[in-house]
């Protein structure tokens, strides 16, 4: 079978519009972009999906991870505003949102955004004093994302988190502020001691104040019932009441009695106990009282009280 020219060119073109088509299609990964250029000049962006170019026209110019990414920032020293030296790293988080931007604005983007992160940890770090900078690593970590995320904003790219690792102080440093972490908690120790003591005291120094003035005020209302008692015998005394004055002298005789009884040196008491001395004194005293109040009746003479008999031991006689 004979092929005419005609036949062979015509398969041949039909292959390469083939070829030409699938060099048109790129097919873009999720998570990244693409940018195009024609004759070497920016014209649009590829998303993720099917994407057309004009082949041999226009080209991939750069492939773009769109997700975010870490990036290692290396430990470095950096000299704090008392002169104190610090070993630092850290990490920082970012992502891509404009992918022209980060193409074309910049180049090698990790680098430019480490060194941009680096130079200000030592710009942030170097204005704080070194119990500044251990105690507030939060507010290091929000003024150097602040800082960072402002500078690269310009290159189409979000700097989501800037995070200090480690801050290691000398040897001879850290042990300078064990001691001195110690002699501060040792003074905390004393003065949470003295305080208790003070309080204690103010208490104690309450309950006494507060006793006393129940005290005082338990003799006082006491002092009142004897000398509201005192006047009711004054009174009927005075109105001729002879049992009046037998009960008051009588009271008083009992309880005489009963503090001689009780006393701790006391060891052998001879006193009249009997019922008929008591009631003789009392009778002698209530003679004496009615003589007192009726001078002019014409009764007996008071007696004297009899004289209590004396009791002695067999030893004695």
Not at 151 to 176: F, M, Q
Not at 292 to 307: E, K, T, V, W, Y
């Amino acid at each position: 079978m004979n092929f005419t020219g005609f036949d062979i060119v015509i398969p041949a073109l039909v292959i390469l519009v083939l070829l030409i088509l699938f060099m048109g299609i790129k097919t873009v990964g999720q998570g990244y972009n693409y940018t195009v250029e024609r004759f070497g000049r920016y014209t649009k962006t590829l998303t993720p999906g099917l994407n057309l170019i004009i082949p041999f026209i226009d080209r991939i110019g750069a492939k773009l991870n769109m997700m975010e990414q870490v990036l290692d920032v290396p430990t470095q020293e950096v000299i704090t505003r008392d002169n104190a030296i610090v070993a630092v790293d850290g990490v920082a988080f970012y992502q891509v949102l404009n992918a022209a931007q980060a193409a074309y604005q910049v180049s090698n983007l990790q680098n430019a955004i480490l060194n941009l992160t680096m130079t200000n940890i030592r710009s942030v770090m170097g204005s704080m004093d070194l119990d500044e900078l251990l105690s507030n690593r939060d507010a290091i970590n929000e003024r150097l994302l602040r800082i960072v995320d402002e500078a690269a904003h310009v290159w189409g790219i979000k700097v989501t988190r800037v995070e200090i690792k480690d801050i290691n102080p000398p040897a001879n440093l850290v042990e300078s502020m064990a001691r001195q972490m110690m002699a501060e908690r040792n003074k905390r120790a004393q003065i949470l001691e003295a305080e208790g003591l003070k309080q204690a005291q103010v208490l104690e120094a309450e309950g006494r104040k507060e006793a006393a003035f129940r005290d005082a005020e338990a003799r006082e209302r006491a002092a009142e019932a004897e000398a509201r008692a005192t006047q009711v015998v004054s009174e009927a005394i005075a109105q001729g009441d002879l049992q009046a004055i037998n009960y008051f002298v009588a009271q008083k005789y009992t309880e005489a009695l009963a503090k001689i009884a009780s006393a701790g040196n006391s060891k052998v008491v001879l006193m009249p106990l009997e019922a008929s001395s008591l009631i003789g004194t009392l009778g002698g005293i209530g003679a004496i009282a009615r003589e007192a109040f009726n001078p002019d009746g014409g009764g007996p003479a008071p007696r004297s009280p009899s004289r209590p008999p004396v009791t002695r031991t067999p030893e004695q006689n």
